[in-house]
């Protein structure tokens, strides 16, 4: 009989981990507490820098995986260790003992409106990236308007915000802008679109010539500085107020549409688990990797490992790397027992 | 009762007169500089009151309730009053019983300083006074009151948990000695009368100790060595009341006339505010009301030590901890003597100077003018609730609904209210923007200023002149038009704990109306503590130099607070305290504005 593996998300992380498990011959079981595989991702139109199709990927691990267990809408009752043994208990009555488990519970999308300055949930035409991504994928979203005239982005929203208690870069915000300007620049050619950001972090590979495309192709407006209020002008048009860093000056933008590019937190699922089989947070908000450099997929506890976004912000190739270490690092951990 | 000694005289009561004389003149050359201190106007104002009648009794009644019976004190921690008045007021009737019984007994001596003092040694009973009279009883019933005050007191030093008090002050040396001689002067003072008890007569403490001690020693000779000993507890007392924290006892009597002819802190060192920091006792309540000493961080920067270090002249010190307050008024309000430490440090903070300074005199306020016109009521959002949109939504939803026309002052271009520049000191350049904010409100033909910061409000209220213009907080205004049948509100079942902003309840003194206004539209818990000890959100503009990090742990530590009312919402009424709560909530915080608004 096949070894039980207990992942813990069925997000891209634990998707790719199971499909690795399989092929070395174990047996994956994956605890997902949503109705669908494929986490954030699965929410997503394209991804950047190819814009390839994220429902694709998703699709393509669900075919991978489909000799895995999956259990969705499930949740952990219980975790706990005997010796080498994990024993863990769900929600759905079922007890599964296995002596490897598998954090890959993912980051949860900063809560926008905890941001109330910049109008998410106040305001009609204020929406994140998520919602955006949503709306691409055929959601119906009345707050975006039929034919915008002009569009903002506020860039490192809840990121690199320490009034807003994280200090973290969330990684792909920079990138997901402007991937998502030049799709709205491609879907309403007449509208005006402005970046506003405070660095923009582009080191992926071709990010740069995303950045270049964007500007020199799409006449995407990048703005160096945050917006500092956002208000409604009286024919219900957004107004903000933010200022050009590199010229010095303040200025107003009226918008259709603002976008808030909102960053990447922990889940919080990772913290209940932490409580639980006593692992640590590290100062970011994250889990903490036994090592940052040599063993970030591994844990201060012996059988437990890390894949993906519950360590810190990562991006889809960033994570699916790590999904295919864990589950090496899972096979070798398993040998040597 | 004869006079046992011809001379009057005996060497003992030297240090006694000397320590008495020491203290008397430094007081006067104090008065007398601090007098000098104040500008004409104050002076005026001062000497005015104290010859006012209505002035003369309440500065009596206060100088009795509060230095000697310590009402306050009893009306906060029963124990601590106890402890305060015993000492106080006990030590006051046996100065005034001593007076009498030498203007009783030996009248020619009324007119030497030490006599009541040391009564029982200059005197012996004869025939025609009673043993145990009225007055030895009282001079022994007072004795033991204070020396109980004097046991609690010393209890208190090894445990100041026994009374209520978390953290209390570190004594400085000069504390300690002035200390450790008060607490000898009592026991010291029962020893000697004692000794002396079958010679001046006493009462039912004296007595038996003159028995017992005459049973074991068998002689007088302790007799004179514990006259000696009361007498140099005594000089020492006074010689080091100067330099110690026991000076607030003289000083408060200054304070409170000053207080009561309505003198302001008006220079960081001079005048009224040298007899605040005078009047400071060093009791440390500060330091548990203060919200900065949360997790026992930053203990030093609470007012009783400001007063400490400006008494030590010590100058790195007083700037770190001028600039380092929130302003929340906490320890001023529950200061027992009402020594105002915002407002010390305020004018610490005003004695900087900068080398680039705004200048807001040029501003064009024509294009604001036409905007601010149109209505008869004239609202004011302020900075912060461009962090909070809802808030302004939320009042002018409600005000439409209330069928109130009314102006958004600030939609657009919009001009400071000039607090945050206040608190900085940096008064001028407030007074600036105060002076086109005026001109805005004034020309713009509304009568009512609606203000929904209470930031705002209060340098509305404090700092601005607006004739004819009535200044309204938004939370009076909605229950005045609730009751006025204007708004119909629907009770929901979602259970609110109303947090009271530092600058709506000590700032200006609204805690009823948020709570009856709230309690129409939910239900209400409250915290443990609320009201005038409700506790800074953390996020403050009154301090300049607190980090995120120290504000973080302040603000978690105030929704401790609230979340022991156990409700299922947080209420406020401030856009800075729905902010910074917000960020840390685990439960939603909402402005009342928007409560308000939900359930009309």
Sequence with gaps: ?337 | MIDRIPSGFHPFVIPFLAGMSFVFLYCILGVVKIIYELSWAERRKLFLSLINPKYIYKNLRDIFLDCLIHVKLWKRNKLLGYMHSSIAFGWFMLIVLGHLEVFLFVPGRINLFYYPIFFNYFVAEDAVTLRGSLLFFLMDFFLVIVLSGIILAMIKRISSRLFGMRRTTRPSVMNNIGLYALWAIFPLRWLAESFTAHISGGSFLTVPANYLFREFLGNDLNMLPTWWAYSIALGVFMFVLPFSRYMHIPAEMLLIPMRNAGLKIRSARKGFARVQVLSCPNCGVCIDACPMTVNRGNVKDCTVYLTRQIRRNNERRIDEISDKCLMCGKCEALCQVGVEGPNLRLMQRATRSYRISPDFRDIDTEPMIAAAQGSKVLYFAGCMSRLTPVIPESVLSVMKKAGVDCTWMDRDDALCCGRPLFTAGRIEEAKQLVAKNEEIIIRSGADTLLVSCPICYKMFLENYHLPGIRVVNYIPYMYDLVKQGRLTLRKSDVCYVYHDPCELGRGCGIYDEPRKLLGRAAAIAEADKNKVESICCGGSLGSLSLNFQQRERMTKAALDNLYTSRADAIATACPLCKATFARYSDRPVHDMAEIIDART
């Design chain 1, 1 to 337: 009989m096949k070894e039980n593996v207990v992942i813990i998300g069925g997000g891209v992380a634990g998707m790719e981990a199971a499909k690795q498990l399989l092929t070395l011959g174990y047996n994956p079981v994956i605890v997902e507490r949503s109705a669908q595989l494929g986490g954030h991702v699965a929410g997503w139109h394209k991804l950047f820098p190819d814009m390839s199709s994220a429902q694709e990927l998703v699709k393509g691990l669900r075919r991978d995986i489909a000799e895995a267990n999956v259990f969705l809408e499930t949740r952990l009752n219980s975790l706990q260790r005997t010796k080498s043994v994990y024993t863990v208990e769900l929600n759905n009555g079922v007890r599964l003992t296995s002596r490897a488990v598998l954090i890959a519970s993912g980051f949860e999308l900063f809560d926008a409106s905890k941001k109330e300055e910049y109008g998410y949930g106040v305001y009609d035409h204020v929406i994140t990236n998520a919602d955006l991504e949503a709306w691409m994928n055929g959601r119906e979203d009345n707050r975006i308007p039929a034919q915008p005239q002009s569009i903002g982005f506020v860039h490192c929203v809840g990121s690199r915000d320490l009034k807003a208690g994280n200090s973290q870069c969330s990684k792909v915000c920079c990138t997901t802008a402007i991937k998502q300007a030049i799709e709205l620049k491609e879907r309403f050619p007449e509208a005006e679109v402005y970046c506003f950001y405070m660095d923009l972090r582009l080191f992926g590979k071709k990010y740069e010539d995303f950045y270049i495309n964007a500007q020199r192709d799409f006449g995407v407006h990048f703005i160096r500085g945050r917006v500092s209020e956002v208000g409604e002008t009286i024919d219900g048009r957004l107004q903000i107020k933010a200022e050009d860093t590199l010229l010095g000056k303040p200025l107003k933008v009226q918008l259709d549409l603002l976008v808030l590019m909102s960053g990447m937190v922990c889940n919080p699922i990772a913290k209940q688990l932490a409580d639980k089989i006593r692992l640590q947070i590290d100062s970011d908000g994250f889990l903490k990797s036994r090592d940052n450099i040599a063993a970030i997929g591994e844990s201060n506890q012996p059988g437990i490992f890390y894949a993906g976004a519950c360590t810190g912000t990562k991006t889809v190739p960033e994570t699916l790397a790590e999904a295919r270490a864990a589950a090496l690092s899972i096979h070798t951990y398993l040998m040597n027992q």
